[in-house]
């Protein structure tokens, strides 16, 4: 089954405790890419990778890190996670074409407090 | 640059009643655009999209859509709603060559029995 998987699902963490939220997807996409979700502001892209070992920033870069080191993952590292990090994040994945469709993972809810 | 505006926050329907969500769009280029829909504690779903074929756009369940260049709209609809129709909906627009994808802020979409 085509999927994108992240883990863990939910976390609960401290303030300035470094954490990764892994990201994987089984479909050989190029194109991977977080989002936060935020009540009211819809989806807001943190950073992309177009491939292996190719990132750059999203909207909202500040305060995390990626690698894309294999094609299937692209993990999401807050190295120093605060209060203001408490969100609802989604990886995604796709061909290279911004007219392909994104497939998203399931979500990945982390309170920091 | 590339926007995306969902005009209501919030819609209310009675079951069996049509839906209709409303998205203007913003772009110097001709976008692909999507609508994407997220039921509670999911993750998001395609539910169709436009890549500068057909200018009426069938989905999934029931939903389509319809590109105005005119009016630079993508509004959604449905003829009926149904109870399982509850949840929040997403327009995106994105362009072909470009890696920008952007959100709405969504839509809630209630529907009574």
């Known amino acids: 089954e085509a999927q994108v998987t992240q883990n863990p699902r939910y976390l609960i963490t401290v303030t300035g405790k470094k954490l990764t939220v892994t990201c994987s997807q089984n479909?050989?996409?190029?194109?991977m890419s977080w989002y936060r979700q935020d009540p009211g502001l819809g989806l807001r892209q943190i950073y992309y990778?177009?491939?292996?070992?190719?990132?750059d920033k999203g909207d909202v870069p500040e305060g995390y890190k990626v690698s894309r080191k294999e094609k299937r993952n692209f993990p999401l590292i807050l190295e120093s996670p605060s209060p203001n990090q408490t969100s609802l994040y989604f990886c995604a994945s796709r061909r290279p074409s911004g007219g392909d469709t994104q497939y998203f993972g399931p979500g990945t809810r982390l309170t920091v407090l | 640059a590339q926007s995306v505006t969902q005009l209501d926050s919030h819609v209310s329907v009675s079951e069996g009643t049509p839906v209709l969500l409303r998205c203007n769009y913003s772009s110097s280029y001709s976008p692909s655009l999507f609508w994407y829909v997220q039921h509670p504690n999911k993750g998001l779903q395609l539910l169709l999209k436009y890549t500068s074929a057909a200018t009426l756009v069938k989905g999934i369940n029931g939903f389509e859509a319809e590109f105005k260049k005119s009016e630079t709209s993508f509004h959604l609809t449905k003829p009926s709603a149904h109870m399982s129709d509850a949840a929040e909906y997403f327009c995106?627009?994105?362009?072909?060559?470009?890696?920008?994808?952007?959100f709405g802020a969504g839509t809630r979409l209630t529907v009574k029995p």
């Open positions: 995106v627009v994105s362009l072909y060559n470009n890696n920008d994808m952007r």
């Open positions: 990778s177009m491939n292996v070992e190719v990132t």
């Open positions: 479909m050989n996409h190029e194109y």
